[in-house]
């Protein structure tokens, strides 16, 4: 099973931006899809955003269109989720998984993904 780990979570104002950051030890992350899922208090995990293994793909989910956007760093074996403009409903902990196929139909389907970070945590609130 690959590991990943998240980082950059924290606190934010409203209208503020976080940069999060899914990294992997020991395996490269060229030859995987990777999404951010994220679960809030009491609701359950949902799809954010994913992207395909070369970049070329990604989905996101209705609620953050516009406001984030994933990329990847083949160099830095890094996958990024930019979240601009947050709201007070975007927090929640942040979790990256991998799988080894992307698809536009099922991207957001959790079981689907084999290997998951161990999360990281944002809040956005005044």
């Known amino acids: 099973q690959l590991q990943l780990v998240e980082s950059g979570g924290g606190l934010v104002q409203p209208g503020g931006s976080l940069r999060l950051s899914c990294t992997a030890s020991?395996?490269?992350?060229?030859?995987?899809?990777i999404g951010w899922f994220r679960q809030a208090p009491g609701k359950e995990r949902e799809g954010v955003s994913c992207?395909?293994?070369?970049?070329?793909?990604?989905n996101y989910a209705d609620s953050v269109k516009g406001r984030f956007t994933i990329s990847r760093d083949y160099a830095k074996n890094t996958v990024y989720l930019q979240m601009n403009s947050l709201k007070p409903e975007d927090t929640a902990v942040y979790y990256c998984a991998a799988r080894n196929y992307y698809s536009d139909y099922d991207w957001a389907y959790l079981e689907s993904f084999a290997s998951w970070g161990q999360g990281t945590q944002v809040t956005v609130s005044s």
């Open positions: 992207i395909s293994n070369s970049g070329s793909s990604t």
């Open positions: 020991g395996f490269t992350l060229d030859d995987y899809a």
